[in-house]
């Protein structure tokens, strides 16, 4: 009798809002299985989608889009016609979208802002924006930030392979690309002055806190005296920003907290313009190893 019984549903975890971006829809690199399960677990009154969640950029220039890409726009309006408050503010790869923002219209339910304003539980007012407006290289030199995405993607797949021999030695997943960013001084500069111009910005307009995206960084700190939260990516990191029902902001590091594995796909084969981009890749990683001590080199890869 008891075998014939259907499994109890697994709970969700109720949360006041979700704040999600950087997911690159369109793209090998996305982690769209990941998403989707994170977007089952749980429900919510609010949920923004904070740019970047279709890639335009990549789907112009080739077609890639699976079974958890459907999963995951089918889950999204299904929030949508549930009475889940949905807005879409549309980052650099999904441009596209912000031609339709003067038309101030829904699209099944999706209401598409070029930034919102939200009002925690326990009273924060918060600025929500992609954060590209901020990024000085995709404002003033957009041939630059598509070459830079070029060898960004080509990263990706040397991570990919790289953690593949690691696996085989034993060793955790390390994100090679994650830590190449850190390593350039000059990234890491990039970073403060993005992070300060977002919460100066904040602040001069009487926002308590700002939620951005974009530099696939999740992070949360006070930032001259404005409460800076970048919700970080599902590329790389597989982290969504959180607000509980008593307006607690949290973090969510998927990847972490269900212990998965990020080397759960094979590793893609390159493409031409991924090849083209590797020899960048490659001195970059050539010149940072130079100026590294060995100690710390070592350290980094643990």
Known sequence: MNAMMPPRPVPKTPYRSVFISDTHLGTRGCRAEFLAGFLKSMTCENLYLVGDIIDGWRLKRSWFWDRYHDKVLRRVLKFARTGTNVVYVPGNHDEMLRKYLALGIEICGVKIQMEAEHITADGKRLLITHGDLFDSVVR???????????????????????????????????????????????????????????????????????????????????????????????????????????????????????????LGKPAPRMSAAQSKALPAVAAEIAAMQRNLDPARAVSAGA
């Not at 009487?206 to 949360?220: L, Y």
Request: hydrophobic letters at 50%; a negative charge.
């Open 140 to 262: 003033h030199a957009r041939l630059l930030a598509v070459l830079g995405d070029g060898a960004y993607t080509a990263a990706l797949v040397v991570n990919r392979w790289f953690n593949l021999i690691r696996a085989r030695l034993g060793y955790p997943y390390w994100s090679l690309s994650a830590w190449l960013k850190l390593q350039v001084k000059e990234a890491v500069k990039a970073i403060d002055r993005f992070e300060t111009a977002l919460a100066d910005d904040a602040k001069a307009r009487g926002f308590d806190g700002v939620v951005c995206g974009h530099i696939h960084h999740a992070e949360m700190r006070m930032v001259n005296g404005v409460l800076y939260m970048n919700d970080g990516d599902w590329v790389e990191s597989c982290t969504a920003l959180v607000e509980h029902l008593d307006g607690r902001m949290e973090l969510i590091d998927w990847v972490a907290l269900n212990k998965l594995s990020m």
